[in-house]
């Protein structure tokens, strides 16, 4: 089946810092998208990406849906506490009428103030 | 607050018991989707449903689980005699159609189901 790959498991930056996330799968997608999700809530989408080389910012984050349809990347700048969380890619097929979104096993991304 | 809601937050069930969960999708939203999460997993499809219509339901079980998106109230998912291995998260997430352009569903804050 589909699978999208996100390493590191986790991510330690300090308060401040920038940091960058990849998710790299072997399927192409139609549309990349990237959540964050904290304990004991459901994912919230950051960005939404619909075309290969799309390149879009929402305040202090900005994702790119890569060229050949199977990766992408998220950057976030001037890291702060409350941007710990988890971090998850998700790629949206459709075939037909059926629609599913695929999601990596996710980035942990702790900030140390 | 015009989000997914789903309730309960939490279920506590015994091995064998049946549970129910419930979502109700945003506003103007027709099209409902299940997935499940594991500790330190992602999100797993489970099932796509639009009003009266399962669409796909190549992530459920063969047996035991099921779901339905009435016409009137809230999608359900129900898992019926529930095993240990059924413990994870469940979230429903909702978007409006998908239509022709990808329309990103949004999530609600998932069902904590604990068997025990």
């Known amino acids: 089946g589909q699978q999208l790959n996100q390493s590191p498991q986790s991510m330690f930056i300090q308060e401040g810092e920038d940091v960058s996330m990849n998710c790299t799968s072997s399927s192409i997608f139609n549309t990349w998208l990237w959540y964050k999700q904290d304990p004991g809530e459901g994912p919230v989408l950051l960005i939404a990406l619909y075309k290969a080389g799309e390149l879009t910012s929402n305040g202090r984050l900005t994702a790119q849906f890569g060229i050949t349809r199977k990766d992408s990347f998220l950057n976030i700048s001037a890291s702060i506490p409350s941007d710990v969380g988890i971090y998850f890619c998700?790629?949206?097929?459709?075939?037909?009428?059926?629609?599913?979104?695929?999601f990596g096993k996710g980035i942990t991304l702790s900030v140390r103030p | 607050n015009a989000g997914v809601m789903q309730n309960p937050r939490h279920l506590v069930r015994r091995r064998g018991q049946e549970a129910r969960l419930r979502c109700s999708p945003m506003k103007g939203h027709s099209h409902v989707y299940w997935y499940r999460q594991l500790p330190e997993e992602g999100l797993k499809f489970m099932v796509y449903l639009q009003k009266e219509n399962i669409i796909d339901e190549s992530g459920m079980p063969k047996e035991r689980f099921s779901a339905e998106f009435p016409k009137e109230g809230p999608s359900i998912l129900r898992i019926q005699q529930v095993v240990r291995g059924d413990s994870a998260a469940y979230f429903c997430?909702?978007?409006?159609?998908?239509?022709?352009?990808?329309?990103?569903?949004?999530f609600g804050d998932g069902t904590r189901l604990s068997i025990l």
């Open positions: 997430a909702s978007s409006p159609s998908t239509g022709n352009s990808n329309q990103p569903q949004h």
């Open positions: 998700a790629g949206w097929t459709r075939t037909g009428a059926n629609s599913k979104l695929t």
